[in-house]
């Protein structure tokens, strides 16, 4: 989406504002099936990285799957007609109410724990699981992000792998699927393979005969800073789909391939559009103050994550260094520090781009400042317009009605 249609779409709803290209998402979902040219592969969507449900009916007639995280995402997913079997729960943590409201539902659980797989052993003899195993790779774009290696909290440990066999056996459990998901962001291209590899190793008739998939997560990246390289993607399908191949011939039997990317289909999807209302000069500093704030794009102050911003209203304005900085009452509210960017004045409308990611669903109403709208936009036309919610709207929601 060029700037001329960003402004537009600014002064048509308001800022701050969420817009989605519905055109990317789909060209990335069907990229992958171009990058990895494997028959049975199937694409779950990661739905915490976005959860408009716009984007959603898009990626669900498009043939995409889900991957859930909680039990609400799960009764989303269905409620937005999502096949069950399209859909799988990947949760951690969770407690016995939660396990037995999904269980119901026949999805299938993708447990990341031995004491999770005890329990149901033993309450649910019989079940039909996929079973999360930690690919002891670590690697993503910065350590919260990381899911491999001991300091994470996911999956089991391929070393005990032995006794899971037992407990399935014991627990008459049919295991279809088994998982790893490395991290989000992943660096080199090697940390898919070896996670690959890791699981693929465990994957035995001996061990599990009764699989169906392999899934190996998400975590494709995507470039955020404008000197950072694309992945060769063509030459890493490749290598998946030989790997993949190679497995299946062992294993006897052609598996389905899934994997679960949130960032690569939505991330360069979406922006924040936001209005400068206030220029400081701080001696060593000058503050560009936004109508948005980190509530509703948290990734710079949470993991130090770069977004471009674009200055939309004056692009070919004299460069001059910013601190990028919110309406919320925190000093660490930036969404830059430090940026050159085409000279901004009050009234400008910046767009800060990757925002289709992990922003508006990490999002909250911090400082009672309601989310943004949301507006999606496909084959040229507005699709989809979620307003703002207004302050007396928030202030209900918070008072519960009294
Ligand atoms: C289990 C699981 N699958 C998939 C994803 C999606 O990751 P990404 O958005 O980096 O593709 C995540 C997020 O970290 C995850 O935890």
């Not at 408009?52 to 889900?66: H, K, S």
């Amino acid at each position: 989406m060029n700037n001329a249609q960003l402004l537009e779409l600014a002064k048509r709803y308001g800022t701050p504002l969420f817009v989605y290209d519905g055109d990317t998402v789909r060209a990335r979902y069907r990229d992958l099936f171009r990058f990895i040219p494997y028959p049975g592969l199937r694409v779950h969507y990661a739905l915490k990285a976005n959860y408009n449900p716009a984007i959603l009916a898009l990626l669900r007639d498009e043939g995409a799957g889900i991957d859930a995280v909680s039990p609400a995402e799960v009764a989303y997913a269905l409620r937005l007609g999502f096949p069950p079997d399209r859909i799988i729960y990947t949760a951690n943590n969770m407690t016995d109410a939660e396990f037995e409201r999904v269980f119901k539902t026949g999805v299938v659980m993708n447990l990341g724990s031995l004491s999770r797989l005890k329990k149901v052993a033993v309450q649910h003899p019989g079940a039909t699981l996929c079973l999360r195993f930690n690919p002891d790779v670590c690697d993503g774009d910065s350590a919260a992000t990381m899911t491999g290696g001991d300091l994470t909290k996911f999956g089991i440990l391929l070393d005990d792998v032995a006794e899971v066999v037992r407990i399935v056996r014991g627990g008459n459990l049919h295991i279809v699927g088994l998982h790893e998901h490395t991290g989000s962001g992943l660096q080199h291209m090697e940390s898919v393979f070896r996670s690959m590899e890791n699981l693929m190793k465990i994957a035995t008739r001996e061990n599990f005969p009764e699989l169906e998939f392999l899934d190996f997560g998400g975590g494709f990246k995507v470039p955020y800073r404008p000197d950072e390289a694309r992945i060769d993607y063509v030459t890493m399908g490749k290598e998946i789909c030989r790997k993949f191949t190679a497995f299946c011939k062992e294993y006897g039997k052609d598996l389905l391939m899934r994997f679960e990317p949130g960032k690569y289909l939505v991330a360069e999807s979406g922006w924040l559009l936001t209005e400068v209302n206030t220029i400081k000069h701080n001696r060593s500093r000058v503050i560009a103050g936004c109508d948005s704030g980190f509530p509703q794009l948290i990734r710079p102050m949470l993991y130090g994550a770069y977004h471009e911003i674009s200055n939309l209203s004056n692009p070919g304005g004299k460069p001059q260094t910013y601190d990028v900085c919110g309406n919320i009452c925190e000093t660490g509210d930036r969404f830059a520090e430090q940026r050159e960017l085409p000279e901004i004045r009050e009234y400008d409308i910046l767009a800060i781009a990757n925002a289709g990611a992990y922003c508006y669903s990490m999002g909250g109403v911090y400082n009672m400042r309601s989310m943004p709208g949301e507006v999606l936009v496909a084959d040229g036309e507005v699709v989809d317009f979620r307003p703002r919610e207004s302050d007396d709207a928030l202030i209900d929601r918070i008072m519960g009605g009294k």
